[in-house]
């Protein structure tokens, strides 16, 4: 059975750090092109890091030198690093294995798609206060 268990979200004030760790079980993580999308309430779920073999990492300008995707394949996880945090960070992060989904980093909900395509963890909240 695939899992991806999120941790680390929490609330910040703006300008703090949060780490953010998803840990993959059931499939073969070192292949598989990971990233992490968000979503807040009323807004389109968008696609923050993503981590494939063959591209370099993707971050949309919002996050660009501010947030880190790494990924750890002897313990199957997945980190996002995020500095610098601002209100509009504010979202519920997914963790998602597979495929980006979405036009531009952007589709309409998360999680979308789902098994065989891609798989996602349950979310974990962000909360950044001004």
């Known amino acids: 059975e695939v899992q991806l268990m999120e941790s680390g979200g929490g609330s910040v004030q703006a300008g703090g750090s949060l780490r953010l760790t998803c840990i993959a079980s059931?499939?073969?993580?070192?292949?598989?092109?990971m990233g992490w999308y968000r979503q807040a309430p009323g807004n389109e779920c968008e696609l923050v890091a993503f981590?494939?073999?063959?591209?370099?990492?993707y971050y949309p300008n919002s996050v660009k030198g501010r947030f880190t995707l790494s990924r750890d394949n002897s313990r199957s996880t997945l980190y996002l690093e995020m500095s610098s945090l601002k209100p509009e960070d504010t979202a519920v992060y997914y963790c998602?294995?597979?495929?980006?989904?979405?036009?531009?980093?952007?589709?309409?909900?998360?999680?979308?798609?789902?098994?065989?395509?891609?798989?996602w963890g349950q979310g974990t909240q962000v909360t950044v206060s001004s």
């Open positions: 059931g499939f073969p993580f070192a292949d598989s092109d």
């Open positions: 981590f494939n073999n063959d591209d370099p990492i």
């Open positions: 998602m294995a597979g495929p980006v989904v979405g036009i531009g980093g952007f589709v309409s909900h998360c999680p979308y798609g789902g098994a065989p395509y891609n798989y």
